[in-house]
C-alpha cells in the first residue's frame, strides 16, 4: 500500500494544456460561458483533478441553469413587461452564469496549487481570450435566436 495525498493531480496525457483556474473565470467575464465552463472541464481533465467529476457536474448544472433561467426570461418577455423587469432577469442570469464559473474556479483552485507544488506546467491563457472575445463578437453578430444569444451573451 503506498501513501497518496487525496488531493494530488493525477498524471494526464493533457498536462501541456493546464491553465489557472483564474483564465476560465476571466474567460466568463469576457466572452462568456460558452468558452468557459468547457475550459474549466479541459483544464480540470489535464490537471487529473481528483475533484474533476464535481467541476464537471457544476458546468452542467452551470449549463442548464442558465438553460431554464434563459426560458423563464422569454416566458416574461412581452409587449406589456416592463423593461426593468427584463433587465433584471438578465442581471440574474449574469450573475447566475458569474457564479457558477466563481464556484469552479473556487474547487479547481486546490487541486491546481497542489499541482504547480509538484512541479506541474502551467500554460498562458492570454491568447485563448483574445481570440474567444474575437469569436464571441462573431457569435453574437451571426444568432438571431434569443435563447442562444441569452446563453452566450446573457447581459454579460
Known amino acids: ?16 494544456l493546464v491553465v489557472r483556474p483564474n483564465a476560465p473565470l ?9 468558452l468557459a ?10 490537471m487529473g483533478s ?20 434563459g426560458v423563464l426570461a422569454l416566458a416574461l418577455w412581452g409587449p ?13 442570469i449574469a450573475t447566475w452564469k458569474l457564479g457558477m464559473a466563481y464556484a469552479v ?16 506546467a502551467v500554460r498562458a491563457a492570454h491568447y485563448v481570450l483574445v481570440a474567444g472575445m474575437y469569436f464571441r463578437s462573431l457569435l453574437l453578430g451571426a444568432i438571431d435566436d434569443p435563447l442562444i444569444i441569452i446563453i452566450i451573451a446573457g447581459g454579460v
Open 1 to 16: 500500500m503506498s501513501y497518496t495525498i487525496p488531493d494530488e493531480p493525477r498524471p494526464s496525457p493533457w498536462n501541456h
Open 26 to 34: 476571466l474567460a466568463s467575464m469576457l466572452c462568456g460561458a460558452w
Open 37 to 46: 465552463w468547457p475550459w474549466f472541464v479541459v483544464n480540470a481533465i489535464a
Open 50 to 69: 481528483p475533484t474533476r467529476r464535481k467541476e464537471i457536474a457544476m458546468c452542467i448544472a452551470g449549463v442548464l441553469g442558465t438553460v431554464v433561467l
Open 80 to 92: 406589456e413587461t416592463p423593461p426593468w423587469l427584463i433587465q433584471l432577469a438578465l442581471l440574474g
Open 105 to 120: 474556479s473556487k474547487v479547481q483552485s486546490r487541486t491546481f496549487e497542489v499541482y504547480v507544488y509538484y512541479g506541474g
